[in-house]
């Protein structure tokens, strides 16, 4: 009787073993190829395709405004990463709606003083996308630091070389010229020119002129008549 005991539970051992090594050869193959599935594709990460097909993050559709500046975005910069220039059209909108201006005319200030290229220098030394001068975009930083509640943070010139920076700071710019002249107009020739200068000829009766002004606003009135084109 214990040899019968002995030999009926080597017989079900060996069964076991038999059935654990079928498993792994089964199972082996289906997790190599999921482990090759999640590192070529991680999960969580949305596809953009080089034509703007994928309307979709995180699985929710993308809103119409966000695909028009996107849109106008990669007309000007083809050239950039799909992510980065998703990234930038949110900022231009979030940035945009904070400070109650119509994104499409910070898209056509960055036109034309920029045509997006965020490392522009211009020959007076106004950098980044909104080409924002350097004494300017120091006092701009300490102004929005000290409105938000933030610490001092220390400035660079070459911070304005950050297009998302450069945006943060420009629709902040733009805000405060608009309530100081209470006119578009004024605020887009006090932005190009600067505040001080503008209202130095307002005050003494000095013509100034208006042109960066007409070419920003036909600018934003051609972006308000494009259409996504995806």
């Not at 060996?14 to 482990?35: D, G, H, K, N, T």
Request: aromatic letters at 8%; proline letters at 6%; hydrophobic letters at 40%.
């Amino acid at each position: 009787m214990e040899n019968w005991t002995k030999n009926t539970l080597a017989i079900s051992l060996a069964c076991v073993a038999a059935r654990l090594i079928l498993l792994v050869v089964l199972f082996i193959p289906a997790l190599w190829s999921f482990e090759r599935l999640s590192l070529s594709s991680p999960a969580g990460q949305p596809e953009h395709s080089g034509d703007g097909s994928a309307l979709a993050q995180r699985g929710k559709p993308r809103p119409e405004e966000l695909l028009k500046t996107y849109h106008i975005v990669k007309s000007r910069r083809p050239d950039i990463a799909d992510a980065d220039a998703w990234r930038l059209s949110e900022v231009i909108l979030v940035e945009s709606s904070r400070h109650h201006l119509d994104p499409l005319l910070v898209l056509a200030i960055i036109r034309i003083e920029s045509n997006f290229q965020h490392t522009a220098v211009s020959p007076v030394g106004a950098r980044g996308l909104m080409q924002i001068m350097p004494d300017t975009g120091r006092y701009l930083t300490e102004a929005l630091h000290r409105e938000r509640g933030l610490r001092p943070a220390v400035f660079r010139p070459e911070s304005l070389d950050d297009p998302l920076h450069n945006i943060r700071l420009g629709t902040y710019y733009l805000r405060a010229l608009k309530k100081q002249f209470q006119d578009i107009q004024l605020a887009l020739t006090a932005y190009n020119l600067g505040p001080g200068e503008v209202q130095n000829r307002i005050d003494n009766d000095i013509e100034f002129s208006g042109r960066f002004a007409t070419v920003v606003l036909d600018t934003y009135q051609r972006y308000k008549k494009t259409s996504p084109r995806f």
